[in-house]
C-alpha cells in the first residue's frame, strides 16, 4: 500500500497564488504523479501530471502558464505551484500515483493510489 497526502489548500483572492504538497510512502521506484482538480458540481478533471525520474511534465490547457509541477524525490514529494489563481479554479485537488509512465492523456484509471484531496478556494 501506498499513502499520499495533499497539503497546502487554502484560501485566496483571484490572481493570488498557492503551492500544494503531495508526499507519498511507500516505494520510492519512479512513477507518474498527477494532480485532479474537482471542481463544485462538475466531474474530477486532470490538471497535470509528472514523471518523477525524468522530470517530464504535462499540463491541461487552461492551466499552461499558470501551474507549474515539480517534484522533490528526496522527500517524495511532488508539487503543484498555482499562480494566477481564478475563481474557477476552485475545488478540490487530488494527487494520484501509478508506477507507470504518465498516459497521454488525463485517464483516471491509469492511477491506483489517490489521496484524500486538498481544498482551494478563489473568491472574486
Known amino acids: 500500500q501506498v499513502y499520499l497526502t495533499e497539503s497546502g489548500g487554502g484560501s485566496v483572492e483571484a490572481g493570488g497564488s498557492l503551492r500544494l504538497s503531495c508526499t507519498a510512502s511507500g516505494d520510492s521506484g519512479g512513477k507518474c504523479v498527477a494532480w485532479f482538480h474537482r471542481a463544485p458540481g462538475k466531474e474530477r478533471e486532470g490538471v497535470a501530471t509528472?514523471?518523477?525520474?525524468?522530470?517530464?511534465?504535462a499540463y491541461a490547457d487552461h492551466v499552461k502558464g499558470r501551474f507549474t509541477v515539480s517534484r522533490d524525490n528526496a522527500k517524495n514529494t511532488v508539487y503543484l505551484q498555482m499562480n494566477d489563481l481564478k475563481p474557477e479554479d476552485t475545488g478540490m485537488y487530488f494527487c494520484?500515483?501509478?508506477?507507470?509512465?504518465?498516459?497521454?492523456?488525463?485517464?483516471?484509471?491509469?492511477?491506483?493510489?489517490w489521496g484524500q484531496g486538498t481544498q482551494v478556494t478563489v473568491s472574486s
Open positions: 494520484a500515483a501509478a508506477f507507470s509512465y504518465c498516459p497521454v492523456v488525463f485517464s483516471q484509471s491509469l492511477f491506483t493510489y
Open positions: 509528472i514523471y518523477t525520474y525524468g522530470g517530464t511534465t
